[in-house]
C-alpha cells in the first residue's frame, strides 16, 4: 500500500517537474537572437527558401502553437527533427544515451568501490592515523569540481605518463560488431574483451574525473553514519557474542549506515550525470553531453529541446529509483 | 573453584577511577546480584568482564580470571571467542540491543551458526525450542519478523533466549528491566528466574533495585564509587548489613513485605562516611604506587 | 556571551590561514595585475610561440612561465586571468548568494503557497543539467561578463535556497520565535531580526563555496569558447588552448590548472573553516 502511493506520488512530482522543464527550455531557447534557419541556408538563398523551411520547422507558427505541437510530439514519441544533421532528435539522441548511461554507470561504481572502502577503512581505524589521512583525502577531493579531476588526469595519464587514452570512446582503427550502443555491456556479452579494453582505457579517466567527489561524499556520510551504528547496543551485544570488529562492521552496521546515505546519494547521483557534459567535452567522448554542447553551439533548436528534457527525464528517474530502493530496504517501510 | 573471579580491578577515566579494587567471584550456577546506585561502576564491571568498555576507558590494574584464565593476557581474537562461547548479555534496553535492519531469528541463531560452529538447521530448531520456552507464541513467525514489529516484552524474551542459546556458563543480565513497563518487569524477571534455574547457569543481575534482589538472588555484592562496600549472601544481608552504607540502602528501601511503606533517602551523613572510606582508601593506593 | 568568548578566543584553523592566503595573493595579483605582468597580455608574436618555462632549456628571459602557441606570456595571462576570474567570484557569488537566500528564507519562513512555488521551483531547477543550462543561457544572450554573471545566478539559486530554506524552516520552529510571537512583533520583524541572524554563518559559508563553483562554472564556459571572447585572458581559455596543444606545450595548461586548483580548493577550505569556526557559537 505504502510503496504504491510513494509511487504515484512520485510519478506525479515528476510530471509536473517535466512540464516545467519543457516550458523553461522551450521557451528560454526562443529568445535566441539570431534565426536558426539562416544557418541552414545556401548563400544567395530567396525569401521563398526561408519561408519554406520556417514551414517545414513550423518557425512560422506562434510560439504557444509551436509548444502545443512540439509537446504533442514529445507524447507520441517524436522530438522534430534536427536543424544541421536533418535526421529525427529522437533517434540521433538514443543513439548517444547509452555511451552517458555507460560512462556514469562505470563513475557510480567507481564512486561506490572507492568511497564505500574508504568508509570502511576509516571506520575499522577509528580515530586513527589511517582515519584522519581519509578526512583530508576527502576534504580535498569533495571541494575539487570533476572538471578539474578531468583536467589532471589528462595530464598525468595522458601526457606525462600515458597509460590511458585521453580522447573518444573507442579507438576508431577497431571494427566493432555491435548490434546496440551498449558497447561495453554488448563487448562483454559477446566475449570481446580487446574491445572491452579498449573502451575502459577510453573511459577510466572520465569516469574517475567524475567518481572522485562522489565518492568522497559517500566516504564521508558512510563512514559518520557507520560510527554512530558500532556505539548502538546491537552493535555491542554482537561483540559480546564474540564477533570480531572487521564482522560487526558489514554486518551489524552497514545495512544500518547504508540507508541514510542512499538518499544523498541519489541526488549526488544526478549531480554525476550533470557532470558528463563538460567531462564528455574534455574527453571528446561521443556521448549526450558532447552532442548538446555541439548542438547549442549550431543553434540546433529541436536538439537542445529533445537533450534537455532526456536529461530532465534521467534525473527524475534517478531520484524515484532511489526513493523506491529506500522504500525496499527499509523494513519499517516494507512492513509498514 | 568459581566460574568468574575479579581480582583487585582498577579502572579509570583519564585520572579519575571508575573501579577501585574490584574482586569478586561467581560460582558455577550462582546468581549473584551486583548492586548500586547509578554511577556505582556496577554496569562497568559487566562490561569489564566483556571487553566492552568504553574507549575512554582504561583497566589500569587487576585480573578477570574465567576459569582460571586471565582474558586480558589473552590476545583479542582468544578472548572474543571465549566469551563468545561461555558468557552471554542480557541487554538494559530491548528496543535498541536487536539490529533493526535484520530478521530476528538469525541475529539468534548467528552465534551458534558462526562462533560454536552449529549446522543452520540445528540452530534454528534449538532457537524454535528456546523460544517456546520464553513463551513466544508462534515462534516460526516471531524469526521471520523484524525488530520493530515486536513489542518491548517480546523482545526482551528474545534476547533472553538468545543469551540462553548457547547454553554459557554465565549471563550478565544488565538492569534487564528497568527500559521495560512495570508490568512486564514482574513477568520478564519470573522469566529470567525460570531460566535460570532450568539451564543452572551462573547470573551476573547487575540492578538498584533491592526488591528484585531479594527474590532472585542468593548471594550479593554492594559498590559505591567503584568499590565493594559489602559482599554478602542475600540473607545476610537482608537480616543483618555489615556495612553502614548498606543498612541505609537497606533502610532507604520499602520493604517488599511491605509495598506501601514509604522510600527514605539514604541519609547524607552515611555517604559523606562512605566517600571519606573511599578517599582513604585512594590515598592508600597512591601511598601504595608511590612506594613501588 | 560565554560562548562568543570561547569563539573568539579560539586559534584560527590553519585551513583558514592557507586558504585566505592564497585568496590574498591572487587578490593582490589580481589588482597589481599592470605592475607584475612582464608582457602584454594580449601581444601575440609568432617567434615567441611555445617558449618553454624559465626551468627548462630553451626559454627565454621576460617569459617566465612560457608562452602559448600564438607566442603570449603565460605568467602575464594567468595575472590577468585573475582579474576575470575574482571578478566573476564576487559579483555572481553575491548575486547567486542574494537571490538564493531571500527565497530560501520566504520559502523557508512563511511557507504556504510560497513555499510551494519556489520549492517546485527548485525541483525544475535540479532536473536541468547545470553545465547544459548554464552553456545555453549564454547562448541565448550572448557572450560577455554579464551573461556570465546572470547564467551564474540563474542556475546557481537553488543551492542557497535549498539550505536556506531548511535551516530558516528548523530555525522558525524554534522556541525563541514563539517567543517573539507572542511578544507581537511582525512575521517580517521576526525573518528580519530572529531567523536571518541565525542563518547568517550558514550563508557566509555557502557563499564562499559559491565563489569557487563560479570560479569553474567561468572557467568551463570559457573551456567551451563560450565566456568573455576568444581573446581575453580568462584560465579557462587558457586551459582550453593548453588542452588542445597539450602535447608539445604542456605548461600552457599546468600553469592556469594549478591556479585555478589552488583558488578553487582555498574558496571551499575557506567556506568549511569558517563551518568549523561558527559552529561553536551555533551550537
Not at chain 2, 538472588?217 to 553502614?244: I, N, R, W, Y
Given at each position: ?146 572538471f578539474l579531476w578531468g583536467l589532471l588526469f589528462i595530464l598525468l595519464?595522458g601526457v ?6 585521453i580522447s ?37 579517466m572520465p569516469?574517475?574525473a ?68 563538460i567531462i564528455e567535452r574534455l574527453f571528446s567522448y561521443?556521448?549526450?553531453?558532447n ?46 | ?292 | ?67 602559448d602557441s ?149 572557467a568551463i564556459?570559457s573551456f567551451v569558447n ?8 580568462t584560465w579557462g581559455s587558457m586551459i582550453a588552448e593548453g588542452r588542445a596543444a597539450i602535447h608539445h606545450s604542456w605548461w600552457v595548461l599546468v600553469v592556469p590548472l594549478?591556479?585555478l ?23
Open positions: 500500500m505504502t510503496l504504491i502511493r510513494i509511487i504515484l506520488k512520485r510519478l506525479l512530482s515528476m510530471s509536473i517537474t517535466l512540464i516545467g522543464v519543457a516550458v523553461i527550455v522551450f521557451f528560454i531557447i526562443r529568445i535566441v537572437p539570431g534565426n536558426p534557419i539562416a544557418m541552414m541556408l545556401p548563400p544567395g538563398a530567396g525569401e521563398e527558401d526561408i519561408a519554406r523551411l520556417k514551414a517545414l520547422y513550423g518557425f512560422d507558427k506562434t510560439l504557444p502553437e509551436q509548444f502545443l505541437i512540439w509537446v504533442r510530439g514529445i507524447l507520441g514519441g517524436d522530438f522534430g527533427t534536427s536543424i544541421t544533421s536533418r535526421q529525427p532528435v529522437m533517434s540521433l539522441v538514443l543513439g548517444r544515451l547509452p555511451a552517458t548511461l555507460e560512462l556514469s554507470i562505470m563513475a557510480l561504481v567507481m564512486a561506490v568501490m572507492i568511497g564505500g572502502t574508504l568508509a570502511l577503512i576509516g571506520t575499522r581505524q577509528r580515530g586513527g592515523k589511517a582515519e584522519a589521512l581519509i578526512d583530508v583525502t576527502n576534504g580535498v577531493s569533495l571541494s575539487v569540481p570533476d595519464f606525462l605518463w600515458p597509460v590511458f587514452h573518444g570512446r573507442v579507438s576508431p582503427a577497431l571494427d566493432l560488431p555491435f548490434v546496440t550502443n551498449f558497447y561495453l555491456f554488448e563487448s562483454l556479452l559477446r566475449l570481446r574483451f580487446d574491445i572491452w579494453l579498449d573502451l575502459v582505457s577510453h573511459m577510466f569516469a574517475l567524475l567518481a572522485i567527489p562522489l565518492a568522497a561524499i559517500i566516504a564521508q556520510l558512510l563512514k559518520q553514519s557507520l560510527k554512530e551504528t558500532m556505539h548502538l547496543d546491537y552493535a555491542t551485544l554482537a561483540r559480546t557474542k564474540g564477533y570480531s570488529e572487521n564482522h560487526v562492521i558489514l554486518r551489524e552496521a552497514l545495512p544500518n549506515a547504508i540507508l541514510p546515505t542512499l538518499t544523498l546519494v541519489g541526488v549526488q547521483f544526478t549531480f554525476l550525470i550533470g557532470g558528463t557534459v561521443e556521448g549526450l553531453g552532442m548538446a554542447i555541439d548542438a547549442v553551439i549550431n543553434r540546433d533548436l529541436p536538439l537542445i529541446q529533445g537533450i534537455v528534457i532526456l536529461f530532465a527525464v534521467i534525473f527524475t528517474t534517478v531520484n524515484l529509483l532511489v526513493d523506491l530502493t529506500y522504500a525496499l530496504l527499509n523494513p519499517r517501510l516494507r512492513h509498514g | 573453584m568459581s566460574f568468574l573471579e575479579l581480582k583487585n580491578l582498577n579502572a579509570r577515566v583519564g585520572p579519575l577511577p571508575i573501579l577501585r579494587d574490584v574482586s569478586l567471584q561467581v560460582a558455577p550456577g550462582e546468581v549473584r546480584a551486583l548492586v548500586g546506585e547509578s554511577g556505582a561502576g556496577k554496569s562497568m564491571i559487566g562490561k569489564a568482564i566483556l571487553g566492552t568498555l568504553p574507549d575512554a576507558i582504561r583497566i589500569t590494574g587487576g585480573e578477570i580470571l574465567l576459569e582460571g584464565e586471565d582474558l586480558q593476557a589473552m590476545s583479542p581474537k582468544a578472548r572474543r571467542r571465549l566469551i563468545g562461547a561461555k558468557v552471554a548479555l542480557i541487554p538494559q534496553d530491548p528496543l535498541t540491543a536487536l539490529n533493526p535492519a535484520r530478521r530476528v531469528g538469525p541475529q539468534i541463531c548467528d552465534r551458534l551458526v558462526d562462533i560454536l560452529g552449529w549446522g543452520r538447521r540445528e540452530a534454528e530448531a534449538r532457537v524454535i525450542e528456546l523460544l517456546h520456552e520464553v513463551h513466544i507464541p508462534a515462534p516460526e513467525r516471531v524469526m521471520r519478523a523484524y525488530p520493530h514489529e515486536l513489542s518491548g516484552g517480546m523482545r526482551q524474551r528474545i534476547l533472553i533466549a538468545s543469551a540462553f542459546a548457547a547454553e554459557p556458563q554465565l549471563i550478565i543480565a544488565d538492569e534487564p528491566t528497568t527500559a521495560l513497563d512495570v508490568t512486564v518487569q514482574k513477568q520478564i524477571l519470573r522469566l529470567i528466574r525460570d531460566m535460570q534455574a532450568r539451564h543452572g547457569t551462573a547470573l551476573l543481575f547487575v540492578t538498584h533495585d533491592l526488591g528484585v534482589v531479594s527474590k532472585l538472588c542468593q548471594s550479593m555484592t554492594v559498590l559505591f564509587g567503584g568499590k565493594v562496600l559489602e559482599d554478602t549472601s542475600v540473607d545476610q544481608f537482608f537480616s543483618a548489613p555489615d556495612h553502614a552504607y548498606s543498612a541505609a540502602l537497606l533502610a532507604a528501601t520499602p520493604k517488599y513485605t511491605d509495598p506501601g511503606g514509604s522510600l527514605m533517602p539514604v541519609p547524607e551523613a552515611t555517604i559523606h562516611a562512605v566517600e571519606a572510606e573511599i578517599a582513604a582508601h585512594d590515598l592508600a593506593h597512591q601511598i601504595e604506587t608511590v612506594r613501588q | 556571551m560565554a560562548d562568543g568568548r570561547a569563539a573568539a578566543k579560539r586559534p584560527i584553523n590553519p585551513r583558514l590561514w592557507l586558504s585566505g592566503g592564497w585568496l590574498l595573493i591572487l587578490v593582490v595579483a589580481a589588482l597589481a595585475a599592470p605592475l607584475l605582468a612582464p608582457q602584454d597580455p594580449l601581444a601575440q608574436d609568432l617567434f615567441a610561440s611555445r617558449l618553454p618555462p624559465m626551468w627548462q632549456g630553451g626559454s627565454e628571459p621576460g617569459f617566465p612561465l612560457g608562452t600564438l607566442g603570449r606570456d603565460v605568467l602575464s595571462r594567468v595575472l590577468y586571468g585573475a582579474r576575470i576570474a575574482l571578478l566573476v567570484a564576487l559579483v555572481a557569488g553575491s548575486c547567486t548568494c542574494a537571490l538564493g537566500a531571500v527565497l530560501g528564507l520566504i520559502a523557508g519562513y512563511y511557507r504556504g503557497w510560497a513555499d510551494v512555488v519556489i520549492s517546485r521551483l527548485i525541483e525544475i531547477w535540479m532536473a536541468f543539467p547545470p553545465v547544459l543550462f548554464a552553456i545555453l543561457l549564454i547562448a541565448v544572450m550572448g557572450t560577455g561578463l554579464t551573461s556570465i554573471i546572470v547564467a551564474i545566478v540563474v542556475i546557481d539559486w537553488t543551492r542557497f535556497a535549498r539550505v536556506i530554506r531548511a535551516e530558516a524552516m528548523t530555525q522558525g520552529a524554534m522556541d525563541y520565535v514563539a517567543s517573539a510571537k507572542v511578544a507581537g512583533r511582525g512575521r517580517f520583524g521576526i525573518m528580519i531580526r530572529e531567523i536571518l541572524p541565525n542563518v547568517l554563518p550558514t550563508i557566509v559559508v555557502l557563499l564562499t563555496l559559491e565563489m569557487g563553483i563560479a570560479v569553474i562554472v567561468e564556459l563560450l565566456s568573455i571572447s576568444t581573446d581575453d585572458p594549478i591556479t586548483f589552488l583558488t578553487v580548493l582555498s574558496f571551499s577550505q575557506l567556506g568549511e573553516g569558517l563551518k568549523d569556526h561558527f559552529d561553536p557559537v551555533l551550537r
